[in-house]
């Protein structure tokens, strides 16, 4: 085998949208394991909206990646070389590689992979950090009652589907939100949701609120926040009192930059949204999966077996190659992609 | 006895700060209760920030205040005729008289006082609904622990004063924010703040997050929130992770009427307020006491005796005569009274 392996650095910090720019393709030495590390040939590795956050210096509750660093992000693969009695050759294995065709990591901070969990990819979405990310949060912030309204965007995301999912097993009505027909049609054929609305379809705010009073009837009890933007500004007003919002990300704002005092937004105001939660008396609740793993072997057990039997769907958008990465990351930022993505490395 | 009462009532909705124009004082017949109804005869009444709120007609957690109709607010004073079994002439009650020298309501809507918990006042203040506000607000979003750090603006006001002396008394380092040297010398003289900044010598959120800064370093836990506007401003990125933010009002923001896109603020914006709770993980909560007498009587009991021993401290601010109730009113929104404000009526 070749002792180079390829990875994608962050070249340099958007300003504004994300380009081509930003990245770079290059070599470098597979790495030798140290002692107690392993080392990973990278099989699958994941997209998600957070990595562009880190593509900023804003403080946030990551680090940066340094220009020059590589991508961050988790991926699966095969163990070739081990230094650790954890892990032999030819087992599976998540870690937080990177952008890269192999990585080098202590054991201590990898899984190993249940093969009766199903393929491999689900540790990178409805089984790994997105799917966790919505459970963890439907359930710790949302508080769901059979009986309420719950209103989720990127409702065919790995996130919104599994909000979607769980929240209709708890007996609520599920309204999603996604971008195209094609992606409506999926949310209620493939995820179960009563209703999807295509915020494309809605030059502004106040006509997404208008459908949205349409779909919710009885108003909406949980907002899972993922999008911010035009959806939030919408739904602000629509929420009933004692409603929880958790907030998992706001990916509409993202291109924002620092999300600073010039973010794009019309009439969605600072005390807009405050007197809002201080009127309805809402809950509103920042989180970030990272600090909540102490629950993953539940919600593996309970949502494991429902991945098994059928009664929570999964899809999954796979490019191939670890050189189009970036496009396909910059495609998903948009929208473009069409279930959980992953980048197929080897 | 004259047959003849006096009221206040909202002669017209304000149109930003509220002016006298918006109030006329008027006479009407005392009215004779009706079976289950009481009569009392008000001596105390209270003037709260929340009132403001009641003479808009945004949509809000209660009806606004028609016009034409008595200024609404909570009232202590005599019970002077009574047909219901639960009342006798002589007995003190508080109820949601409004801003009237003669109340008259069902007797299960009124409290009967009890004279060992103090002067009659203190049921409109520290052991009403501006003291049970901020116990309440603290304990169950604050969720105070000793070695945290808290800041609370109107920090001599009654639920200021409260919320600043429950988290002394819980261990936390306490930090106010009031209007004046006066104020911050009593926050800290009377009422035990570790720090107290007076919020009139910083020209924007910038310098006051600086002074924050310094009085703060170990970061903010929790931050009571009832003045919005530039004290959020400068509070929210000295957050720290897993802090708290109840939401009990928004003062600076009410005269900007329905708080809607116009309300002034430069820098805070939607994106950054919601941006914070997330890379924070923040917990925002609003609400409002009314929804939460069930907990009444546990607050009366811890409450209660401190005040008796002392290591409760409050003021009180008492205006006199029921025609002085709305310059009193005006003067409290702009931070004017010192302690909780009362009108002395009878």
Redesign the interface.
Known sequence: MSDQMHRIVLASRPEGAVSAENFRYESAPIPTPGDGEVLVKVHYMSLDPYMRGRMDDA???SAPVPVGGAMEGGAVGEVIASNSPLFEPGDFAFGMFGWVTHGCQPAKMMQKLNPSHGPITTALGVLGMPGFTGWHGLNTYGKPKAGETLVVAAATGPVGSMVGQVARLAGLRTVGIAGGAEKCALAVDKFGFDACLDHRAYDNATELRAALGDACPKGIDIYF?NV?GKV?EAVIPLMN?FGRIP????IS?YD?GA???N?A????????????????????????IS?HYDEYPTFLAEIGPKIASGDIAYLEDIAEGLERAPAAFMSMLKGGNMGKQIVKVA
């Open positions: 403080k946030s509750y926040e911010g939030l009192t907030i998992c990300g706001m704002w924002a999300l600073g005092a973010a937004t019309q009439s969605l105001t600072a005390p807009m949204l405050w007197r809002n939660i201080l009127v309805k008396f809402l809950s509103v609740n920042g989180f970030i600090n």
